[in-house]
C-alpha cells in the first residue's frame, strides 16, 4: 500500500510539474524582454521548488562578463527586488565552477562558504543556508546562470537540483531570442538617432530603383 500511494504521489508531482514547463512556455513566448522572461522564471521557480531569494544572470563569453537580468531578496519579510551583487563584472569563481562543470547544491554549514566566493546581494548581513546554481544551456552553449536561495538549513536537495536545471534549460533559447531582439532594438535606434539628426543626405534604394528609406535630410530637399 505504501509503494502504491508513493507511486500515485510521484505521479501526481511530475504532472504538476509539467503542466507548470507547459504554462512557463506559453508566458516566456509572450515576455518582450530579458527582464520579463527572468520575471516569469522567477515564478515558475517559486512555485516549484521554493525561495527566498533569487537571480539570474546572462554571460557573455565573447567578452567574458555577467550581465545581472533580475535580482530578488527577502527584506524586512517581503520579497523584493534588489540591486544586483555583480552588475556587469568578471564572472566570480562560483560562477566559473557553474558555467564550467554544470549544475551544483551548496549547503553552507554554519553560514561558511567553503572554497566558493559568493557576492551577497539584497541583505547582505543574512547569508543564505541552502543554494541551488544551474547554467542556463541551449545545447552546448551556456548563456547564463539561475539561483535560488533558501534561508533555512538543507533547503534543498538533489532532486531540486535537477528541477532547477530542468528550467534553466528550458528557459535558454527564449532568453538567447529576446537578447538578440533587444540588441536589434537598439542598433535600430542608433542607426535612427544617428540618422535624424546628421546633416547629411542618406537614404537607401532596393535593386529596382524604388526608396526605402530617407533621412530627414533627405526629405528636405523636396519641401
Avoid at 23 to 35: G, I, K, Y
Amino acid at each position: 500500500m505504501q509503494v502504491i500511494v508513493r507511486n500515485i504521489t510521484k505521479r501526481k508531482r511530475l504532472q504538476f510539474q509539467n503542466a507548470q514547463i507547459t504554462l512557463l512556455s506559453q508566458r516566456l513566448n509572450s515576455a518582450t524582454t530579458q527582464r520579463e522572461a527572468a520575471q516569469v522564471i522567477a515564478q515558475a521557480a517559486q512555485t516549484l521548488l521554493g525561495w527566498d531569494a533569487f537571480n539570474l544572470d546572462l554571460y557573455s563569453p565573447e567578452q567574458d562578463k555577467m550581465l545581472s537580468v533580475l535580482t530578488i531578496d527577502e527584506i524586512a519579510g517581503r520579497q523584493q527586488e534588489t540591486a544586483p551583487a555583480n552588475h556587469l563584472g568578471t564572472p566570480t569563481a562560483c560562477d566559473r565552477r557553474v558555467l564550467r562543470d554544470g549544475a551544483c547544491l551548496i549547503q553552507r554549514e554554519g553560514g561558511a562558504a567553503g572554497d566558493f566566493e559568493f557576492v551577497r546581494f539584497g541583505d547582505k548581513e543574512r547569508p543564505s543556508a541552502s543554494m541551488l546554481f544551474a547554467p542556463i544551456r541551449n545545447g552546448a552553449r551556456v548563456s547564463g546562470i539561475v539561483a535560488v536561495h533558501s534561508y533555512k538549513d538543507h533547503g534543498y536537495g538533489e532532486e531540486d537540483l535537477a528541477l532547477l536545471q530542468l528550467l534553466g534549460d528550458h528557459c535558454a533559447g527564449a532568453l538567447e531570442r529576446l537578447r538578440a531582439e533587444e540588441a536589434l532594438r537598439e542598433s535600430q535606434e542608433r542607426f535612427h538617432t544617428f540618422m535624424d539628426y546628421t546633416p547629411v543626405v542618406a537614404f537607401m534604394k532596393n535593386e529596382a530603383g524604388q526608396y526605402l528609406y530617407g533621412n530627414p535630410a533627405w526629405a528636405r530637399q523636396f519641401n
